[in-house]
T-cell receptor, first 113, second 115 residues
């Protein structure tokens, strides 16, 4: 079974601060996705990273895939109250876990005005 | 284009009762799956299907049955509800189960409480 450890579980910050969320595993994933979930709704895909060392930017959000494809990070610059939500990383497996998503536990982010 | 729809949105069951959670998608996606979400545990895969007539077990399949008679529908059946099945259930679909870059589209969820 592939596991993804996501940290921190909770993050409460003031508007304008920077933050980083981490996603770590001992397993190699063929690719990794980050989702954002609002209360009462399903997760929505933010980004997919595929290549080891890959960095993708989405406005104030920067996503990085580790060189060994075992870990990833999400960095938010100058957080805003609209960034509040649950952030989930999900690894896409290969081999016997072909195509299956393994989710981290999630990070609940609260940005105070 | 409604995307992925789930019914009901909320449900309360007594221990031992059975019920079916409905899921439908109108995007002609081959791959559909069911997850449950519990606090501090992310989403865990229950069952999935790579096409009509084909289903397989995920990480936590015990107590649940699925079938896929059409591309559009993928119902989840709880055979004999237990309090441990209290959770939020999400259905998801994607165009193809390719390993790289596959985006899953999630429904709005069904919040189930078993007393």
């Amino acid at each position: 079974t592939q596991l993804l450890e996501q940290s921190p579980q909770f993050l409460s910050i003031q508007e304008g601060e920077n933050l980083t969320v981490y996603c770590n595993s001992s397993s190699v994933f063929s690719s990794l996705q980050w989702y954002r979930q609002e209360p009462g709704e399903g997760p929505v895909l933010l980004v997919t990273v595929v290549t080891g060392g890959e960095v993708k930017k989405l406005k104030r959000l920067t996503f990085q895939f580790g060189d060994a494809r075992k870990d990833s990070s999400l960095h938010i610059t100058a957080a805003q109250p609209g960034d509040t939500g649950l952030y989930l990383c999900a690894g896409i497996g290969g081999g016997t876990s072909y195509g299956k998503l393994t989710f981290g536990q999630g990070t609940i982010l609260t940005v105070h005005p | 284009n409604a995307g992925v729809t789930q019914t009901p949105k909320f449900q309360v069951l007594k221990t031992g009762q059975s019920m079916t959670l409905q899921c439908a998608q109108d995007m002609n996606h081959e791959y559909m799956s069911w997850y449950r979400q519990d606090p501090g545990m992310g989403l865990r895969l229950i069952h999935y299907s790579v096409g009509a007539g084909i289903t397989d077990q995920g990480e936590v399949p015990n107590g649940y049955n699925v079938s896929r008679s059409t591309t559009e529908d993928f119902p989840l059946r709880l055979l004999s509800a237990a309090p441990s099945q209290t959770s939020v259930y999400f259905c998801a679909s994607s165009y193809t189960p390719t390993a790289r870059g596959r985006e899953q589209y999630f429904g709005p969820g069904t919040r189930l409480t078993v007393t």
